[in-house]
């Protein structure tokens, strides 16, 4: 059965240092990945996704993350982070096969600290 | 922008009422999904649609069942509320691609007291 890990399950990170947080999947079939982000007190709102091609996915405020196929890890970094930053962030995949459910990881929560 | 719109953000119930949360989206996605969010263990899909009428079961539909009569809309109902459903309740939809993200409310926090 597919199932995401997410190996952090909280990340302390000082403000302005770069931050990785990591995400190891599982699937017999290819699947296509996402990041999400949770806010305070508000629903997920998608960081990015990778579908196919480049490895490397750019998304919103500056994350990107990096497919490995044979590491079948999709670890989503930043340069640089914000106090803003702060969140809930899920790694998430569908398989492209079959039906349209969304598997998602247990979170890593994110607090930069200034 | 796709709006999704679930019809509480805060809910209390007694234990053993049936409790109606309602999810609305504006977009005509046909894919609609309930997932229930607890500290540690992620988002865990209770269940989904992909049509009118048609509904699935996800990994944790006990206690749970659900109404889809128009595509906008997807109902969760708990038959008989325990204090074990107590949870943050999260309504999303997606269209009928996989390669799509999923959109979702805002979120319903449930308590059973």
């Known amino acids: 059965a597919q199932s995401v890990t997410q190996l952090d399950s909280q990340v302390p990170v000082f403000e302005e240092a770069p931050v990785e947080l990591r995400c190891n999947y599982s699937?017999?079939?290819?699947?296509?990945l996402f990041w999400y982000v949770q806010y305070p007190n508000q629903g997920l709102q998608l960081l990015l996704k990778?579908?196919?091609?480049?490895?490397l996915v750019k998304g919103i405020n500056g994350f990107e993350a990096e497919f490995n196929k044979s590491q079948t890890s999709f670890h989503l970094r930043k340069p640089s982070v914000h106090i803003s930053d702060t969140a809930e962030y899920f790694c998430a995949l569908v398989e492209n096969t079959g039906g349209f459910k969304t598997i998602f990881g247990a979170g890593t929560r994110l607090f930069v600290k200034a | 922008d796709v709006k999704v719109t679930q019809s509480s953000r805060y809910l209390v119930k007694r234990t053993g009422e049936k409790v109606f949360l309602e999810c609305v989206q504006d977009?005509?996605?046909?894919?609609m999904f309930w997932y229930r969010q607890d500290p540690g263990l992620g988002l865990r899909l209770i269940y989904f649609?992909?049509?009118?009428?048609?509904?699935e079961k996800g990994d944790i539909p006990e206690g749970y069942s659900v109404s889809r009569e128009k595509k906008e809309r997807f109902s969760l109902i708990l038959e008989s509320a325990s204090t074990n459903q107590t949870s943050m309740y999260l309504c999303?939809?997606?269209?009928?691609?996989?390669?799509?993200?999923?959109?979702f409310g805002q979120g319903t926090r449930l308590t059973v007291v």
């Open positions: 990778y579908l196919s091609g480049s490895t």
């Open positions: 699937s017999s079939v290819s699947v296509y």
């Open positions: 649609s992909y049509d009118v009428k048609m509904k």
């Open positions: 999303a939809s997606s269209p009928a691609s996989r390669a799509a993200e999923a959109f």
């Open positions: 977009m005509d996605h046909e894919n």
